[in-house]
């Protein structure tokens, strides 16, 4: 059974960082053949991407809205993908999801984050 495990969501203050973690169990395939993804969704907005690695981790892309603030990485060993978010905003309110690609696409269960003052 697959399963996407998101972390590491919270409420911090505008300015403040936070770390998110996918942790990933069950695929078929070796982790390190999934493009990784993070997708957030806000209150009565359209789920949107955030962040894109390719399966080797040498390529990444951001939303615009994210560059320079956010920083995607995996760990194939561990079979997890990272999301650093700093320099938060009350707009990166949102819930985080997880995506997983290769043949299937997957889908974590999603972490509130909320910045707030």
């Known amino acids: 059974q697959v399963q996407l495990v998101e972390s590491g969501g919270g409420l911090v203050q505008p300015g403040e960082s936070l770390r998110l973690s996918c942790a990933a169990s069950?695929?078929?395939?070796?982790?390190?053949?999934?493009?990784m993804r993070w997708y957030r969704q806000a209150p009565g907005k359209e789920r949107e991407l955030v962040a894109a690695?390719?399966?080797?981790?040498?390529?990444?892309n951001y939303a615009d809205s994210v560059k320079g603030r956010f920083t995607i990485s995996r760990d194939n060993a561990k079979k997890t993908v990272y999301l650093q978010m700093d320099s938060l905003k009350p707009e990166d309110t949102a819930v985080y999801y997880c995506?997983?690609?290769?043949?299937?696409?997957?889908w974590g269960q999603g972490t509130q984050v909320t910045v707030s003052s």
């Open positions: 995506y997983a690609n290769f043949v299937n696409v997957y």
């Open positions: 069950g695929f078929t395939f070796s982790f390190s053949s999934y493009v």
């Open positions: 690695i390719t399966s080797g981790g040498s390529m990444t």
